[in-house]
């Protein structure tokens, strides 16, 4: 008898299971992206100027080819170059430099470099998703190495940063 409602109750579990698995579904895109593509198709991502007092001439070039691979790698959205679904447009607000800690003998140790953009984010679909936001990455250096020896390395690891962070404020909805 025990054997008997021991096997009903297995076989129930396993209906009850397989009916969950079933009714359910989980949806998850490892991009990170979550875009409803039968109505948002198109991005126009304009170019982002520089307004920094401080200026380094290749760095708009870099955000601005960053930020439009991060949107063509990760997402099935076609660029435009004008009247698209989604719209990022904005500019490099902020480019400097600050000591960031003191040796003990009173010098600078390190230096640390930080960008800023400015970013206005339209959602032609849904409006309720527009914003205009600041975005900021930091990277830090020692100060016995001049900043020519590592601002192309430290700017891209920050556009990269920002171009995440842009990502993921209009698009992966985080």
Known sequence: MDLIKTSNLRICLCLAATLLL???????????????YS???????????IRSAYVWGP???LFN????DQFANHTRLIQVRRNGDLKIEGEI???QQRNKSVSAEGYS???EL??????RFTNNVNHAEDFERQFTATSTYETTQSLNSVQDELVTQMCKEICDQIFNATVANW
């Open 22 to 36: 079933t009714a359910c579904s989980v949806s998850y895109k490892f991009n990170g992206a979550s875009i409803d």
């Open 114 to 119: 930080s960008m800023t953009v400015n970013v």
């Open 39 to 49: 109505k948002t198709k198109t991005i126009q991502i304009n170019e982002f100027p």
């Open 65 to 68: 080819n960053a930020l439009k």
């Open 109 to 111: 140790a390190q230096t």
């Open 59 to 61: 760095m708009a070039p």
């Open 93 to 95: 607000t902020q480019y």
